[in-house]
Nanobody
Framework: QVQLVESGGGLVQPGGSLRLSCAASGSIGSINVLGWYRQAPGKQREFVATITSDGKTNYPDSVKGRFTISRDNAKNTVALQMNVLMPEDTAVYYC??????????????WGQGTQVTVSS
C-alpha cells in the first residue's frame, strides 16, 4: 500500500503565497512522476504541475510563473510553492504519484486533498 499525505493548505488573501507539501510512504519501489492537481466546486479536476524523477517540470499556462513544483527524492516528498495567488486558484489540491513496484505496471496514487481558499 502507498499513502500520500498533503499539508499546507489554508486561507490566503489575493496576492499572497502558500506552500503545499506531500509525503509518500508505504510500498514504494520507484516514483516516476509526482504532481499536483486541483478541483474547484462544480469543475473537473485539472492538472497544476508535474515533476519527473530527473527534475523536469510542466505547468499549465494558468499557473506558469506563479507556481513552482519541487521534489526530494531521498525523502519521497513533493512541494508546491504558490505565489501571487488569485481567487480562481481556490480549490482542493491533490497530490499525485506515479509509482512502479516491479513487476507491476506503474500505478497512480492520490492524496486525500487539501483546501486552498484565496479570498479577501
Amino acid at each position: 500500500q502507498v499513502q500520500l499525505v498533503e499539508s499546507g493548505g489554508g486561507l490566503v488573501q489575493p496576492g499572497g503565497s502558500l506552500r503545499l507539501s506531500c509525503a509518500a510512504s508505504g510500498s514504494i519501489g520507484s516514483i516516476n512522476v509526482l504532481g499536483w492537481y486541483r478541483q474547484a466546486p462544480g469543475k473537473q479536476r485539472e492538472f497544476v504541475a508535474t515533476i519527473t524523477s530527473d527534475g523536469k517540470t510542466n505547468y499549465p499556462d494558468s499557473v506558469k510563473g506563479r507556481f513552482t513544483i519541487s521534489r526530494d527524492n531521498a525523502k519521497n516528498t513533493v512541494a508546491l510553492q504558490m505565489n501571487v495567488l488569485m481567487p480562481e486558484d481556490t480549490a482542493v489540491y491533490y497530490c499525485n504519484a506515479l509509482i512502479t513496484n516491479w513487476p507491476k505496471k506503474p500505478t497512480a496514487y492520490w492524496g486525500q486533498g487539501t483546501q486552498v481558499t484565496v479570498s479577501s
